[in-house]
């Protein structure tokens, strides 16, 4: 359906009491600008993590906006390893690369409201813990090298 019948449609949902809330996802600044002159749009969810940051302007904006951001494949598996800085980070606080992929799309945004999979308990304890992690200002710069360019996956 176009984004319009999918606008409209929610829209008369919204009326008849339906949907509360709005989430879209897979967005730019101009859509969401768009999808709230008529809808009451809490959140967005967009591809977001450590080694892709090209809705950078998104979240931005959704701070500024006081909009849930919420970060899909926010461990970007497959692309994280046990080499470079995330690993020296996690070596010396003693946790996994994965810990601090979560400890840093927490410390990025007051906007971020971060969900990643879990397939058991212990993974559950795991990613919860992420969020006792403290990672410094040098340690999130020291991350920006595993950005790919600003716009590739859009």
């Known amino acids: 359906m176009p984004a319009d019948g999918q606008r409209g449609a929610l829209v008369q949902f919204q009326r008849e009491g339906l949907v509360p809330h709005v989430g879209l996802s897979e967005v730019s600044v101009p859509d969401i600008e768009l999808a709230r002159q008529n809808l009451p749009v809490v959140s967005v969810q967009n591809r977001y993590n450590v080694t892709d940051r090209s809705w950078e302007d998104v979240l931005k904006y959704c701070e ?12 970007s598996r497959g692309h994280l390893d046990d080499h470079g800085p995330l690993a020296r980070v996690a070596k ?10 979560l400890a840093w799309l927490l410390g990025r945004s007051t906007a971020m409201l971060v969900i990643p999979g879990t397939s058991s308990v212990g993974h559950l304890e795991e990613n919860v813990s992420a969020a006792g992690v ?18 590739s996956a859009h």
């Open 64 to 75: 500024s906006e006081r909009l849930a951001f919420i970060p899909w494949f926010p461990l």
């Open 92 to 101: 010396r606080q003693h946790v996994t690369v994965a810990q601090v992929a």
């Open 134 to 151: 403290r990672l410094t200002e040098a340690d999130m710069n020291e991350f920006d090298c595993l950005a790919h360019p600003a716009g």
